[in-house]
């Protein structure tokens, strides 16, 4: 068991996850009336000590992996208490004299009884492993002794479905699959309201660009045509110069730096939009493994159809995740096509532009650089393209929930 680190649920806390690990992958006794679903422990600590730790790079990670092995020892050491409470409920329902309904109810509530009782404990221990810890390492590194760790350690939602026999299927894996569903068609339906706000962002941003770029080509081919006299400073720096240019539409350099800015805004809103939508497709991945891990000992039609219809959903996820990294790598490119554009205008801004480097240099470059994938167009096209991926997973999930809740009646 290794540190993994991602985005959990089971805490009240934000912060940085270090370490979450599954109870069933440490357990030895597999249980023949039992599914267990859930049972996800995690621990984490705040993000201010989590990036001291990371900023530490001779005796930080250390400490990490200290409080990692902590936890794993902790999980490893708890096991036994829950195989204990499992191995109870198999043999009575496995001994001569099987116990009635009344009995068996109990029974069933005796055992979420022990296992609420067990989660609590090693809740309580993962919890302060990371304070024990920190606290020991701070007194022998006075320069944190300022900063106090906050710590939380969680257990994502977990279920117990009680089999009617060893082979049986689990009478609460549908029941349990519709919540599954349901939470990775919300998921879904989040990702193409993100995607929504991605498209309308790159669109913006193709305006803005789209003047920019007819602005300074303007700017150029007066350059080309009458010669870098009809450009004079004195003319530029003043609220308009159309009168120089013969343009009526040719806005001021405080509007071509104003639009420059706003370009780089859009653009940095549409790479924030698409980390969004990637962390939202990871955590539906997340989602499905859960779906198909409480469907692996089911053997039934709806099963098989269940497990057909997510292994195409898992193909338009993994789809969306890599559009949403490549909407990413477009912003990176559209950033450096900014950068020349900014430059063009800082450049004509000069007491003595360089004219020759501004018309003969830095405009070509951006017209190459936006052949190459930087135009904002190329981007709003892949956004589109984004959006039916989405809107695709939403069909197929519903597809998934629908047959799910067929088998539940």
């Given at each position: 068991m290794?540190?993994?680190?991602?985005?959990?649920?089971?805490?009240a806390?934000?912060?940085?996850v270090i370490?979450?690990?599954?109870?069933q992958?440490?357990m030895?006794?597999k249980?023949?009336?039992?599914q267990?679903?859930?049972?996800?422990?995690?621990?984490?600590?705040?993000?201010?000590?989590?990036?001291l730790?990371?900023k530490?790079?001779?005796d930080?990670?250390r400490?990490?992996?200290?409080?990692?092995?902590?936890?794993?020892?902790?999980?490893?050491?708890?096991?036994?208490?829950?195989?204990t409470?499992?191995?109870?409920?198999?043999?009575?329902?496995?001994?001569?004299?099987p116990?009635?309904?009344k009995e068996?109810?109990?029974l069933?509530?005796?055992?979420?009884?022990?296992?609420?009782?067990?989660?609590?404990?090693?809740?309580?221990?993962?919890?302060?492993?990371?304070?024990?810890?920190?606290?020991?390492?701070?007194?022998?590194?006075?320069e944190?002794?300022?900063?106090k760790?906050?710590?939380?350690?969680?257990?994502?939602?977990?279920?117990?479905?009680?089999?009617?026999s060893?082979?049986g299927v689990?009478?609460?894996?549908?029941?349990?699959g519709?919540?599954?569903?349901?939470?990775i068609?919300g998921?879904?339906?989040?990702?193409v309201?993100?995607?929504q706000?991605?498209?309308?962002?790159?669109?913006?941003?193709e305006d803005?660009?789209r003047?920019?770029?007819?602005?300074?080509?303007?700017?150029?081919n007066?350059?080309d045509t009458?010669?870098r006299?009809?450009?004079?400073v004195?003319?530029?720096?003043?609220?308009?110069?159309?009168?120089?240019?013969?343009s009526?539409?040719?806005?001021?350099?405080?509007?071509?730096?104003?639009?420059?800015?706003?370009?780089l805004?859009?653009?940095?809103?549409?790479?924030?939009?698409?980390?969004?939508?990637?962390?939202?497709?990871?955590?539906?991945?997340?989602?499905?493994e859960?779906?198909?891990?409480?469907?692996?000992?089911?053997?039934?039609?709806?099963?098989?159809?269940?497990?057909?219809?997510?292994?195409?959903?898992?193909?338009?996820?993994?789809?969306?995740?890599?559009s949403?990294?490549?909407?990413?790598?477009?912003?990176n490119?559209g950033?450096?096509?900014?950068?020349?554009?900014?430059?063009?205008?800082?450049?004509?801004r000069?007491?003595q532009?360089?004219w020759?480097?501004i018309?003969?240099?830095?405009?070509?470059?951006?017209?190459?650089?936006?052949?190459?994938?930087?135009?904002?167009h190329?981007?709003?096209?892949?956004?589109h393209?984004?959006?039916?991926?989405?809107?695709?997973?939403?069909?197929?999930?519903?597809?998934?929930?629908?047959v799910v809740?067929?088998?539940?009646?």
């Amino acid at each position: 068991m290794g540190l993994r680190r991602l985005h959990a649920t089971g805490v009240a806390m934000s912060g940085t996850v270090i370490w979450s690990y599954s109870l069933q992958k440490v357990m030895s006794y597999k249980p023949k009336a039992i599914q267990l679903k859930g049972f996800e422990f995690s621990m984490r600590i705040d993000d201010l000590t989590a990036n001291l730790m990371a900023k530490d790079p001779h005796d930080g990670p250390r400490q990490q992996q200290f409080m990692v092995d902590d936890a794993n020892d902790a999980l490893r050491k708890k096991a036994p208490v829950f195989e204990t409470a499992l191995k109870k409920y198999d043999a009575a329902l496995t001994s001569k004299e099987p116990p009635d309904q009344k009995e068996l109810k109990q029974l069933q509530a005796e055992l979420r009884a022990d296992l609420d009782k067990a989660c609590h404990e090693l809740r309580y221990q993962l919890n302060q492993i990371p304070i024990r810890r920190w606290k020991a390492w701070v007194a022998t590194r006075k320069e944190y002794s300022k900063y106090k760790l906050v710590a939380a350690a969680g257990v994502g939602a977990s279920t117990v479905g009680f089999v009617a026999s060893a082979v049986g299927v689990a009478s609460g894996l549908f029941t349990g699959g519709v919540t599954l569903v349901l939470g990775i068609i919300g998921l879904f339906r989040s990702i193409v309201s993100v995607v929504q706000k991605l498209d309308k962002l790159w669109q913006e941003a193709e305006d803005v660009q789209r003047l920019l770029v007819a602005s300074t080509n303007n700017i150029k081919n007066i350059y080309d045509t009458k010669g870098r006299q009809a450009l004079a400073v004195h003319s530029l720096a003043q609220a308009s110069f159309n009168a120089v240019l013969g343009s009526s539409c040719m806005p001021s350099l405080d509007a071509l730096q104003s639009n420059s800015k706003l370009w780089l805004n859009k653009l940095q809103g549409i790479d924030v939009a698409a980390g969004e939508a990637a962390a939202l497709a990871v955590k539906s991945l997340d989602e499905t493994e859960k779906l198909e891990k409480a469907l692996q000992t089911v053997k039934s039609k709806e099963a098989d159809k269940i497990r057909g219809e997510l292994d195409k959903l898992r193909k338009l996820i993994h789809k969306n995740l890599d559009s949403c990294h490549a909407q990413s790598a477009r912003c990176n490119k559209g950033r450096e096509l900014h950068a020349i554009y900014d430059a063009i205008i800082q450049n004509l801004r000069k007491e003595q532009p360089m004219w020759g480097f501004i018309f003969d240099k830095l405009i070509p470059a951006a017209s190459g650089l936006a052949l190459t994938g930087a135009s904002a167009h190329q981007g709003l096209l892949a956004a589109h393209d984004l959006l039916q991926v989405a809107e695709q997973c939403i069909a197929i999930g519903a597809g998934v929930g629908k047959v799910v809740k067929d088998a539940v009646n």
